[in-house]
């Protein structure tokens, strides 16, 4: 992204796009408290993947895209995909094919009505938000485990010490990302 680009709809929550008549009303209070605090999450989880690896930042953009993708498809379908329900869906879209996926959504949501918020802020904020997406994964995915120069560094430092010759050696991370992209390299 460029400097001064953010994520829109990731920086304020769903409760933003909440009609004003709506805000003190439940279940929509429930959506304020959760939004408070996204931003900060998503930014310290994006750069702790980072952090990771490569491949676990990677995956996580691809993740938040998809499930950004399928949240926007849901509202083209008339319903809003929030709630417990409807989050967990969401974390394992990767695992469902969309039509499943936007079915069981439908199914695992109602609480809150599509009257009830800006849909059209709501959709274009999306839509930035994806496009941000694809600019972050189009400037990592050509990043190969050759081109990894923390990747080639850690597999270097493993080769030249001496445990990692001839024992075996337990290495810790914190992201099962990462720990499969370093056994596959």
Same mark, same amino acid.
């Given at each position: 992204?460029?400097?001064?680009?953010?994520?829109?709809?990731?920086?304020?929550?769903?409760?933003?796009?909440?009609?004003?008549? $709506? @805000?003190?009303? !439940?279940?929509?209070?429930?959506?304020?408290?959760?939004?408070?605090?996204? &931003?900060?999450? %998503?930014?310290?989880?994006?750069?702790?993947?980072?952090? !990771?690896?490569?491949?676990?930042?990677?995956?996580?953009?691809?993740?938040?895209?998809?499930?950004?993708?399928?949240?926007?498809?849901?509202?083209?379908?008339?319903?809003?995909?929030?709630?417990?329900?409807?989050?967990?869906?969401?974390?394992?879209?990767?695992?469902?094919?969309?039509?499943?996926?936007?079915?069981?959504?439908?199914?695992?949501?109602?609480?809150?009505?599509?009257?009830?918020?800006?849909?059209?802020?709501?959709?274009?904020?999306?839509?930035?938000? %994806?496009?941000?997406?694809?600019?972050?994964?189009? %400037?990592?995915?050509?990043?190969?485990?050759?081109?990894?120069?923390?990747?080639?560094?850690?597999? &270097? &430092?493993?080769?030249? @010490?001496? %445990?990692?010759?001839?024992? $075996?050696?337990?290495?810790?991370?914190?992201?099962?990302?990462?720990?499969?992209?370093?056994?596959?390299?």
């Amino acid at each position: 992204p460029k400097p001064g680009q953010e994520l829109t709809y990731a920086r304020y929550g769903l409760w933003h796009y909440v009609h004003k008549s $709506k @805000h003190k009303e !439940s279940p929509y209070t429930d959506l304020r408290r959760a939004g408070i605090n996204l &931003r900060g999450l %998503i930014r310290t989880s994006l750069f702790k993947r980072f952090e !990771s690896s490569v491949e676990a930042f990677r995956l996580s953009l691809k993740r938040m895209l998809r499930t950004h993708e399928m949240f926007l498809k849901a509202l083209t379908r008339g319903f809003i995909p929030a709630g417990e329900d409807a989050e967990a869906l969401l974390g394992r879209s990767g695992q469902m094919d969309e039509d499943a996926l936007l079915s069981a959504l439908e199914l695992a949501t109602g609480q809150y009505a599509l009257v009830d918020f800006d849909v059209e802020t709501l959709k274009s904020h999306i839509e930035a938000d %994806i496009e941000l997406f694809k600019q972050m994964l189009s %400037i990592v995915s050509p990043i190969t485990p050759q081109q990894d120069a923390k990747l080639q560094t850690f597999l &270097r &430092r493993l080769e030249d @010490h001496p %445990i990692g010759k001839k024992n $075996k050696c337990l290495i810790f991370t914190q992201y099962a990302d990462t720990a499969q992209y370093v056994f596959e390299n």
